[in-house]
């Protein structure tokens, strides 16, 4: 399996062969890269022609991204910004001697370090209180969603990833759900997991799987704005 990268229209795009049956096009955030993954036996022209097809959809993806607000970088200081569960708090940094904690009291976000800490193991401990507050929701919203959606995975998990919101390893029936969900609204946490959910029914994003999201989620378009239409971290992505 190699890549090679092909100018069309004055896009790069980044083509991998692989061995599957369909050709998939995704336009990745935050900078609007292109990239395909083809069927091993799909001839180049083959390739092209489909790429050009969509040259009016992966120019529309790569304005919708260059428009979204963005945050700033985080220095994970007393002053800065973030945001839980789609609403912004203040960060309090605080001496501690013990191990680094955090907390969310009132509008402001508390964490409790030791004055000399990196900026690294901030930001670590920081992205294990995301991952933690994820997780924490999930099993109530599984156990309301599988029996509407009629499926369940056999194992589940949170974890930080920078170009899916979610991901679906059909054959093992895994969903992957990504820790970032926990800086935005609620609802996106749901849409994501029922959507994830809905893969174990329907593996592609066709015609079948929108017909299917429509009958359990009938509002799932207004989830799936909402989250889009959040503040990007500057290695995010859109779902």
């Not at 900078?31 to 097809?53: E, F, L, Y």
């Not at 969903?175 to 609802?187: R, Y």
């Amino acid at each position: 399996m190699s890549t090679n990268i092909i100018t069309i229209s004055g896009i790069e795009v980044a083509v991998t062969k692989k061995d599957i049956k369909n050709l998939h096009l995704s336009v990745l955030p935050p900078d609007g890269k292109v990239r395909v993954s083809a069927p091993g036996t799909m001839s180049d022209t083959a390739i092209r022609m489909a790429i050009v097809g969509r040259i009016p959809w992966i120019r529309q993806q790569q304005r919708s991204f260059a428009e979204q607000p963005r945050q700033s970088e985080r220095e994970m200081v007393t002053g800065e910004s973030h945001y839980l569960w789609g609403r912004r708090y203040r960060m309090e940094v605080l001496p501690t001697d013990g191990a680094t904690q955090i907390e969310h009291k009132g509008h402001k976000l508390k964490m409790y370090t030791r004055s000399n800490s990196s900026h690294k193991h901030r930001l670590e401990a920081l992205n294990d209180w995301y991952r933690a507050e994820v997780k924490a929701r999930v099993p109530d919203l599984l156990e309301h969603w599988q029996p509407i959606v009629g499926a369940a995975p056999l194992t589940w998990g949170v974890k930080k990833m920078k170009t899916k919101w979610g991901s679906c390893n059909i054959s093992s029936k895994r969903i992957w759900l990504n820790t970032e969900l926990a800086k935005k609204p609620p609802e996106c946490l749901e849409y994501i997991l029922v959507h994830e959910l809905t893969h174990l029914l329907e593996r592609h994003h066709n015609e079948r799987f929108r017909s299917l999201m429509n009958k359990v989620m009938p509002n799932w378009k207004l989830h799936k704005e909402t989250l889009n239409r959040s503040p990007l971290a500057n290695d995010s992505w859109e779902y």
